[in-house]
């Protein structure tokens, strides 16, 4: 069964501090796919990232980046020089191949404080 | 990609009744997924419904209290039964490609509130 854990059920943080967002997970497959989604106040799910299990690189997208480490089976979420916009819930989930359904972590509340 | 609406988006409904969502997709595909998000909770998958065959349901739902319509590739929809409070959440409809870039689609959510 696949399993995706965000142990950090809240965390609060000042304006423009960093703050990293942990995911593990746990898979039979040898290919799956990870994905990071922002929930924001609103309701509608943001998609942030995909990325699939035989590409380890870190990526970097503006002050967003992603560590994905198959040897601890984690894809940990930085965001640098926080802001007050990136208050939301973030969501780490994870697929198998073919069509099969994401399933989700419980997700990690972010607050950012002006 | 894939652009997917949800009717209604929100809805207030007495306890006993009834009320249909509707998933439209503006492209075919093979299976459309429907998850709920109770308050405050995660996303949980509710079932996967093929077109042309029965819908799949997860552990803890039935179909008799969430039928599931697939009539074509484009459309579904997915009905919560004999409404009680702790029904009410966010239902949101989902598509995934199986091509190269795997890609997982979700709807706006319909906001339903169970008096």
């Known amino acids: 069964a696949q399993k995706v854990t965000q142990a950090q059920t809240e965390i609060s943080v000042v304006e423009k501090e960093d703050v990293t967002l942990d995911c593990v997970y746990e898979t039979r497959d040898t290919t799956y796919y990870l994905f990071w989604y922002k929930q924001p106040p609103s309701g509608e799910l943001v998609f942030l990232i995909r990325?699939?299990?035989?590409?380890?690189q870190n990526e970097i997208s503006g002050r967003y980046s992603w560590n994905f480490q198959k040897s601890t089976s984690s894809f940990n979420f930085t965001i640098t020089a926080s802001q007050v916009v990136d208050s939301a819930v973030y969501f780490c989930?994870?697929?198998?191949?073919?069509?099969?359904?994401?399933?989700f972590g419980k997700g990690t509340r972010l607050s950012v404080i002006a | 990609s894939a652009v997917i609406s949800q009717k209604p988006s929100r809805d207030i409904c007495q306890r006993g009744t009834s009320l249909t969502i509707q998933c439209q997709v503006d492209s075919q595909v093979t299976m459309m997924f429907w998850y709920r998000q109770q308050p405050g909770q995660s996303l949980t998958l509710i079932a996967t419904?093929?077109?042309?065959?029965?819908?799949?349901?997860e552990s803890g739902f039935v179909i008799d209290k969430f039928p599931i319509s697939r009539p074509n590739l484009t459309f579904s929809t997915l009905t919560v039964s004999n409404m009680s409070p702790e029904d009410s959440s966010i239902y949101l409809c989902?598509?995934?490609?199986?091509?190269?870039?795997?890609?997982?689609?979700f709807g706006p959510g319909t906001r339903l509130t169970v008096l």
């Open positions: 989930a994870l697929r198998g191949s073919g069509n099969t359904p994401l399933v």
């Open positions: 419904a093929n077109q042309g065959s029965e819908a799949t349901y």
């Open positions: 990325r699939n299990s035989f590409d380890e």
């Open positions: 989902s598509v995934s490609s199986s091509g190269s870039y795997n890609e997982q689609f």
